[in-house]
């Protein structure tokens, strides 16, 4: 029998596609291959990763740096997230405060709400671009995600990007997660031996810049697995 790591994630632009692709699909794929795993992506909605990492359905997913007590978290940034506002351009947004009591939208599976510290509306959405259509139809008030996937989204609305303002939020490390198990220890050990190796043999930024990640961003989160 095949040894075998899954990830459970939802699909999120060109990070993680389907046909286990991805950029990081990919970088996990080179994480666990070379230590005889498969590792296979399952599309699990974000909402419900953490269940199905305790159930045993996935083996790791990824966290943007909370403080989870019941988890394994892996000690190396895989992604930097950069949490991002997008409006129409003259909506006034002076921060989160302009998101109480609006309609905002963002992608199915994932938990805005409880983690901003306002009362907004929810809109959730199986795709970014159909939710920048909203926007441009104003049946909605604002969007959030990641800069980089809300820019992706505007080019595949085919809207242009004069029509819209994206702020950024906050800049947050992406990690792996694993359950506390045997099992969840052993894949935690191995992605916190192989990213420092990749970083250190060029694998990994060799990897990004294959899925035309720019310098700076590979610097960044370089930067981060530095501290």
């Not at 389907?18 to 291959?33: A, F, H, M, P, Q």
């Not at 005889?36 to 083996?59: C, D, F, M």
């Not at 929810?122 to 809300?150: C, G, H, N, W």
């Not at 720019?214 to 989160?221: N, Q, R, Y």
């Amino acid at each position: 029998m095949p040894k075998i790591c899954v990830f459970g994630m939802p699909y999120i632009g060109s990070a993680i596609q389907k046909g286990n692709s991805g950029l990081l699909t990919d970088i996990l794929i080179r994480v666990y291959e070379p230590e005889g795993y498969e590792l296979i992506h399952q599309e699990v909605p974000y909402t419900r990763a953490i269940k199905a990492l305790q159930s045993g359905v996935i083996n790791c997913t990824l966290d943007i740096e909370t403080q989870r007590t019941d988890v394994l978290h892996g000690r190396h940034a895989l992604a930097m997230y950069t949490m991002a506002v997008m409006s129409l351009r003259g909506t006034t947004y002076t921060g989160l405060d302009s998101l109480a009591g609006k309609k905002v939208a963002y992608l199915h599976g994932y938990d805005f709400k409880s983690l901003l510290p306002v009362r907004f509306t929810p809109r959730q959405t199986y795709d970014l671009s159909s939710a920048i259509e909203m926007l441009d139809r104003k049946t909605i008030d604002f969007v959030i995600d990641d800069r980089t996937l809300l820019k992706e989204a505007m080019d595949e609305a085919q809207l242009p990007s004069t029509k819209f303002t994206i702020t950024p939020l906050a800049s947050m490390k992406a990690h792996l997660i694993f359950p506390p198990t045997p099992q969840g220890r052993l894949f935690r050990n191995i992605y916190d031996r192989r990213i420092p190796e990749m970083i250190n043999s060029g694998e990994l930024q060799k990897i990004m810049r294959e899925h035309q990640i720019s310098d700076a961003s590979i610097k960044k989160l370089l930067k981060a697995n530095a501290r």
